[in-house]
């Protein structure tokens, strides 16, 4: 057992060396945030504040309306996450298990709008939002972003090496479509419910794009809006940018933690099985 | 299951301060006015503050305040505009004010005497909120003024009188100080920071008698010897290592240079004493005047509030604006926010840096009227990215000054025609 | 019957390798209709909007006027916009291989179930992916900077050079590609540790009893299990660095000069900055023509040798 130990070593030397440089510059974000703004760009640099302060987290706390944002956010998020995941793995299921006319067309279609620019029809985009009554609303940055491709391809890949003998046993039972969906599909999608999940809250938690285009009233504004906030025309508020950036990173990584348990052991429980 | 349980908690709160927001009071004639703004510092905090006497004043009116970045300003800005829902009042920098001044209400249907409005703020400020029927369509607010900043301390060291030489120095002049000045400390590299904008590169090219625009500003003439000489001198100093190349080439933020003391100076603007006030405790530093090539110059800039042709609360919206530009409210604002004032009648006892507001000021004075019509125009906001850009290519030494300012012209004049 | 799951666009490649065989239509459409219904509202309709305006000459307060094929015409003259192609190549090739080769490497390292502490490793690498791309450009900045990077402070502090990462063309592309590749491998490492989980153990321990070498094993048994996972990986990332912008203009705003200008940056620009949303729309239209080919080849070349078993 002498070998693999050594083995084990190295895997680690590796992993740490890995994980020290990518979390580097989190490090300097978060160190930073605890620095007074005269002490950022001072030479000798130094990573560690000479005087700590949290003056920064008090102010960009009372700067605007934070609860306010911060709760428009976890709410556009964890809506817009419920239907996306719903919406999603529906989608993958029909394109996996079903065969039908139009099919592939309507599967190209959906990886084809992952590859337009938004910023580019974001005037028509306005448009039609303002033509639907969803300016202003969170409902407009919850449901239009929530049908995602990525989610969709992810979902289908999953879906498609579930045995179809699952299915056609239910079949023969006399099971409803929406019923096998429901008990059977659901089920065995736990996995990929959670990466769609976890990917699909850090999306609309770092979407700014559609709160751009939708939102014209401070009291609907997201975290990511008040972030962009501190940067100005002329001068660059460093501090409150530092410290908000590293609070509205928090809830992602929380999501993250807890989720990841569930969906990295439920897919090798599924592949058991099949 | 109980992931789903904290979620669905968190839900539930987040949904219930939402529906409480929503239940909104609809009291009887009240107008609720959508004002735009942008922030620098806390301008959006200071502008609550300082209307707020009026609102107290006048409470069938509400101001539903949003603030958006300023680098999705226009953007978002030109979105409703075309959407057809505009803000009823938004805060304009002068930028944005060439890109919207069509869609602008004109103030004159409003008040009752249009030219005792006008005479009240700078002249150079007045010229920028004109429109092409020559009507005044925003309230100017803060004025700015390009100059330079200097380290004081790092001058004291190599022994040289600051005051003494800034007083009518050239660039050539300049040029050898700031080279003692370089010598005489060991942390300083270079000699100054520019900021990486064309409105900065323009407050040299003036002084160097460049111009973007014919004199009757129908069409580009960026190819003139001033900007020629301009372009030769920048590619210069940029070379022979008295300005650093990470601004320009590597959009380093030339304030920070300055900060941490590695510029004997920095071409910004009026904005930065308050940012210097707040971060530079490590040395002392001043406004001085800038050197001059051909003549003296500074570029004018600054903020106005304005309302649109589609707003549907113009009466109130017009009000609003011509309560917080007068001389109580706009002396406020400018004083809270620590900026130049763009009424001719302002009299700011700041609590510091007078003498730096002072230099910013005689600094305009003396500055070109037709520097302020360039900046307005709507056409050249067009191609002032570009023209960033063929700067750039020429520090590198891809183009010739004269290929550059030919690529501009010939690119430019596509939106003259 | 693992490494055939493999999404194919085109039909005769779709019946070879997917197993769903339910002839039905009104179910799949139903599940589809939400998706189907969002898409065509908020993307489908502005997108062909958008397509009719690359027909004409339109600033966002003017009207639009017809000038057919002109914008495309000028934009084949358009030294900017090939220089921005160019450059959109050059970064995707780099940020999609190395992405790819990054993300497997940890996924790999991760995929143990036996180590100590894997969770929280997997979780660390995954950090980046969590940030928004303007946090991930600041805080490269602070690291890169030419004066006030830490990397080159320590170099000059030890009496060299600094390293003008992001002020010399050549290595500003280089930047922007290994940063890019560090903000998006933990997400990808994700997905293909979800892909590694699925190959069944049984076949690892029939291979150690076979006495097969570890390089081996990877050959013959990881690598074919893994390939619908690494196209997957391969598509998403691609499309993505297609439409990479935002991290790149807040390090180094596309420069030196034309340096790391991305074709979205300049859509953008002439968008909104020179107020021709006719011209921008040809050079999206042409910009979603490119990724709309390169993802037809990837889908094609992995869709050839399909028949491992």
Redesign the interface.
């Known amino acids: 057992m002498n070998k693999p130990t050594l083995h084990?070593k190295l895997?680690y030397v590796?992993?740490i060396l890995?994980?020290f440089s990518?979390?580097?510059?989190?490090l300097?974000?978060l160190l930073?945030s605890f620095k007074p703004?005269?002490e950022?760009?001072?030479?000798?640099?130094t990573?560690i504040p000479e005087n700590w302060t949290i003056e920064n987290y008090v102010s960009s706390i009372q700067?605007?309306n934070f609860a306010?944002y911060f709760?428009?956010t976890?709410?556009v998020a964890?809506?817009s996450t419920l239907l996306t995941v719903v919406?999603?793995v529906?989608?993958g299921?029909?394109?996996?298990?079903?065969?039908?006319?139009g099919?592939?067309l309507?599967?190209?279609?959906?990886?084809?709008?992952?590859?337009?620019?938004?910023?580019?029809?974001?005037?028509?985009?306005?448009?039609?939002?303002?033509r639907?009554g969803m300016?202003n609303s969170?409902w407009g940055i919850i449901?239009?972003p929530?049908?995602t491709p990525?989610g969709?391809?992810?979902a289908?890949?999953?879906l498609?090496?579930l045995p179809?003998s699952l299915?056609e046993a239910a079949r023969i039972d006399g099971a409803k479509?929406?019923y096998i969906?429901r008990k059977i599909i659901w089920q065995m999608s736990q996995?990929?419910v959670a990466?769609i999940a976890?990917?699909s809250f850090?999306w609309r938690w770092?979407d700014?794009l559609w709160p751009?285009?939708v939102?014209?009233?401070?009291?609907k504004?997201t975290i990511?809006?008040a972030?962009?906030?501190?940067?100005?025309?002329?001068?660059?508020?460093w501090s409150e940018?530092?410290a908000m950036?590293t609070i509205?990173?928090i809830p992602?990584?929380l999501v993250?933690?807890?989720?990841?348990?569930f969906?990295?052991s439920g897919?090798?429980a599924?592949?058991?099985k099949? | 299951m109980k992931?789903i349980a904290v979620?669905l908690t968190?839900?539930l709160?987040?949904?219930s301060?939402?529906f409480a927001?929503g239940t909104k009071e609809e009291g009887t004639k009240e107008t609720t006015l959508?004002v735009?703004w942008?922030?620098?510092?806390?301008e959006?905090?200071v502008f609550m503050k300082t209307i707020d006497d009026y609102l107290k004043a006048n409470p069938h009116v509400k101001v539903?305040?949003?603030?958006?970045?300023?680098?999705?300003y226009d953007?978002?800005l030109?979105?409703?505009i075309?959407?057809?829902?505009p803000?009823d009042v938004a805060r304009i920098?002068t930028?944005t004010l060439s890109v919207v001044v069509d869609s602008l209400e004109p103030i004159d249907g409003y008040v009752d005497d249009i030219e005792k409005v006008k005479q009240e703020f700078l002249p150079s400020m007045v010229a920028f909120a004109m429109n092409k029927d020559n009507k005044l369509v925003a309230y100017p607010t803060e004025a700015?003024a390009n100059g330079m900043i200097v380290n004081k301390t790092a001058f004291d060291n190599a022994g040289i009188d600051l005051d003494a030489v800034s007083k009518t120095w050239t660039w050539s002049e300049w040029e050898k100080i700031v080279s003692n000045v370089i010598a005489a400390n060991p942390?300083m590299k270079y000699g100054l920071a520019v900021d990486f904008t064309p409105h900065r590169f323009s407050t040299i090219m003036y002084q160097f008698n460049g111009h973007f625009l014919n004199a009757d500003q129908s069409a580009m003439e960026f190819n003139n010897p001033g900007t020629i000489n301009t372009l030769n001198w920048f590619k210069h100093v940029h070379d022979s290592g008295l300005v650093p190349k990470s601004v320009w080439l590597g959009s380093e933020?030339p304030?920070?240079?300055f900060?941490?003391?590695?510029v004997a100076g920095h071409i910004?603007?009026s904005?930065?004493i308050?940012?210097y006030n707040?971060?530079?405790?490590?040395f002392e530093w001043k406004v001085v005047n800038m050197p001059k090539a051909a003549i003296n110059s500074s570029v004018p800039g600054g903020k106005f509030v304005a309302s649109f042709k589609g707003s549907a609360n113009k009466v109130e919206a017009q009000k609003l604006m011509a309560a917080f530009s007068d001389n109580a409210h706009n002396e406020a604002y400018c004083l809270d926010t620590f900026n130049l004032s763009s009424r001719a009648d302002a009299t700011i006892d700041y609590p510091s840096n007078s003498k730096d507001f002072d230099v910013f000021l005689s600094e305009l004075k003396v500055t070109p009227a037709f520097t302020a019509n360039e900046w307005k125009n709507t056409n050249l906001s067009k191609v002032t990215t570009y023209i960033k850009e063929q700067i750039v290519e020429v520090l590198l030494g891809n183009v010739t000054p004269e290929q550059a300012v030919a690529n501009v012209d010939a690119k430019g004049n596509t939106y003259f025609k | 019957?693992?490494g055939r799951?493999s999404?194919l666009?085109?039909?005769n490649l779709?019946k070879k390798t997917?197993?769903?065989?339910?002839?039905?239509?009104k179910?799949?459409?139903?599940?589809?209709l939400?998706?189907?219904l969002?898409?065509v509202?908020?993307?489908?309709?502005?997108?062909i909007?958008?397509l009719r305006?690359s027909l004409t000459e339109w600033g966002?307060f003017t009207e639009p006027t017809f000038i057919g094929l002109a914008n495309f015409k000028e934009l084949f003259q358009d030294k900017v916009f090939w220089r921005t192609f160019s450059n959109t190549l050059v970064f995707s090739f780099f940020t999609v291989a190395l992405m790819m080769l990054y993300s497997l490497l940890?996924a790999l390292?991760?995929n143990k179930?036996a180590?100590r502490g894997e969770?929280i490793?997997?979780?660390?690498?995954?950090?980046?992916?969590?940030?928004?791309?303007?946090?991930?450009g600041?805080?490269?900045r602070?690291?890169l900077g030419d004066e006030?990077g830490?990397v080159n402070?320590v170099l000059r502090?030890f009496g060299g050079e600094g390293i003008h990462w992001l002020t010399n063309g050549n290595l500003a592309m280089a930047s922007v590609i290994l940063v890019s590749v560090?903000a998006g491998a933990?997400?990808y490492m994700?997905?293909l540790?979800?892909g590694l989980?699925?190959?069944?153990?049984e076949l690892y321990e029939a291979a150690t009893i076979d006495g097969a070498s570890p390089a081996r094993t990877f050959r013959s048994i990881t690598l074919p299990l893994l390939k619908?996972?690494l196209l997957?990986v391969l598509?998403?990332a691609t499309?993505s660095s297609?439409?990479a912008?935002e991290l790149i203009f807040v390090m180094t705003k596309g420069g030196p000069g034309y340096a790391t200008k991305l074709i979205?940056q300049q859509?953008?620009q002439v968008?909104f900055m020179e107020d021709r949303?006719g011209y921008?729309?040809a050079m999206?239209i042409l910009?979603?023509i490119l990724?709309?080919l390169v993802?037809i080849v990837q889908f094609r070349i992995s869709g050839k040798d399909q028949d491992y078993e």
Do not use: C
């Open positions: 084990a895997h590796l992993l890995l994980a990518t979390l580097f510059p989190v300097w974000v930073s703004q005269s950022l760009f001072r030479i000798p640099l990573l700067q605007g306010r709760s428009n976890v709410f964890v809506v919406i999603n529906m989608a299921y029909a394109l996996a298990k079903y065969i039908f006319p099919r592939n309507i599967f190209t279609l959906m990886i084809a709008t992952l590859m337009i620019p938004l910023q580019v029809i974001m005037i028509p985009i306005f448009l039609q939002l303002k639907l300016l969170l449901i239009p929530a049908a990525t969709i391809f992810l289908r890949q999953y498609v090496t179809d299915i479509e929406f969906f996995p990929i990466t976890i990917f850090m770092n700014f751009l285009i939102i014209t009233d401070n009291k504004q990511q809006q972030l962009a906030n501190f940067v100005g025309q002329l001068q660059i508020n940018l530092l950036t509205a990173i992602v990584i993250f933690l807890a989720f990841q348990r969906f990295f897919i090798t599924g592949s058991v099949g | 992931k979620f968190i839900l709160l987040a949904t301060t939402l927001a959508s735009m942008f922030n620098d510092a806390n959006s905090d539903d305040l949003q603030v958006v970045a300023y680098s999705e953007q978002k030109k979105m409703m075309s959407g057809g829902n803000p920098s930028n700015t942390k933020n304030a920070e240079l900060q941490a003391g590695l910004g603007g904005w930065n308050n940012t707040k971060n530079v405790k490590d | 019957m693992y799951a999404p666009l085109f039909g779709m997917v197993q769903g065989n339910f002839h039905q239509i179910a799949p459409l139903l599940f589809l939400p998706n189907i969002i898409f509202i908020f993307i489908i309709i502005p997108a909007q958008g305006m966002v940890l390292l991760l179930n180590l969770k490793f997997r979780s660390l690498f995954y950090i980046p992916s969590l940030l928004s791309m303007i946090t991930v600041i805080a490269w602070f690291i006030m830490i402070y502090s560090w933990g997400y994700v997905i540790i979800g989980q699925a190959i069944p153990l619908s996972t997957v598509v998403l499309i297609f439409k912008y979205v859509v953008y968008a949303m921008a729309s999206s910009l979603m990724i709309g993802t």
